[in-house]
Each structure stands twice: as structure tokens, then as C-alpha cells.
């Protein structure tokens, strides 16, 4: 693993697991903590592209309205 995963596991967010792979690398799993705070971040960060980009695609595709086939 590039990055300690210490402050993960200590605060509970996810656990290290044998892995049947390779005998020195521990598998890094969420825990339902984890998990679920990863959706709650997933969900923000979708809801923030969202507003960012309302508005904008017409401004994103008009220089392409040429080229669009049919």
C-alpha cells in the first residue's frame, strides 16, 4: 500500500484482512462504517458535479453544433 492505512482502521472505517495473494500485504476492507461513509461522500460529491454543471452544457457543446451528425 503506497499510504499507512493507520488512521482508517483506527477510527474504525475499515480493517486489514490476510491476503490469500501475498503473504506481506494485508487486503484493506471497509467496514460498514466505512462503507457508509463512503456513500455519504459519494452522494455529496455527485450532487456537487450536478450543480456545477447545470447550466453550463450549453455553453460546453456550442461550438461543437456543427458537427453533431444527424
Do not use: F
Not at 493507520?6 to 471497509?30: C, F, I, K, Y
Amino acid at each position: 500500500m503506497p499510504r499507512s492505512p493507520g488512521w482508517r482502521v483506527r477510527d474504525g472505517l475499515a480493517e486489514l484482512r490476510d491476503n490469500p495473494d501475498h503473504r506481506t500485504s494485508p487486503l484493506l476492507v471497509l467496514t460498514g462504517d466505512g462503507q457508509r461513509t463512503l456513500a455519504a461522500v459519494t452522494a455529496r460529491a455527485t450532487a456537487a458535479h450536478g450543480a456545477m454543471g447545470r447550466g453550463s452544457r450549453r455553453a460546453i457543446w456550442q461550438p461543437y453544433a456543427g458537427c453533431r451528425d444527424g
